[in-house]
């Protein structure tokens, strides 16, 4: 698929898996997101993919779709991972990310849905994010017409 193409699908999307890794070991989760000037939008709760890409902020992001019959196209992000801290100097941007999230239904999930364990007290704060997109590669498969 071309740049254009896979933006295309980045753009039509809101649901990605994100994959980050820490000491060798890979962590795959199911992020909502909103697409906009290069960057992924996202939320979530403090967790494991946070402290993760806190230490280790290269990330990448898979979105694919299905189409009729066995037809499908998926889209790879290779990015980094930036974090929207809710300080005065960076208001702007947690701003910018809620204002683009906000626009879609249900922008809050997986995110903010309740966990079946009860989070620490200390892990209460909710996180906006973005990762840079910094390289995009899509691959699609469709049915032979003869």
């Known amino acids: 698929m071309s740049t254009l193409e ?9 649901l990605g898996h994100l994959g ?42 898979l979105v694919d779709t299905r189409g009729e019959g066995r037809e499908w196209k998926s889209v790879v992000v290779d990015g980094r991972y930036e974090e929207l801290v809710d300080r005065i100097d960076r208001m ?18 997986p995110g903010a849905l309740k966990p079946v364990t009860p989070p620490l007290a200390d892990h209460s704060t909710h996180v906006f994010f973005r990762i840079s997109v910094e390289q995009v590669s899509g691959r699609e498969a469709k049915e ?3």
């Open 6 to 14: 896979c933006t295309k699908l980045l753009a039509a999307s809101r």
């Open 144 to 146: 032979r017409t003869i």
């Open 20 to 61: 980050c890794t820490q000491g060798g070991q890979p962590y795959l989760v199911p992020i909502h997101y909103a697409y906009a000037d290069h960057h992924l939008y996202a939320f979530s709760m403090p967790g494991k993919k946070v402290e993760w890409m806190r230490a280790n902020p290269l990330v990448s992001v």
């Open 92 to 109: 702007s941007e947690r701003e910018h990310a809620w204002s683009i999230l906000s626009k879609h239904v249900d922008w809050w999930e």
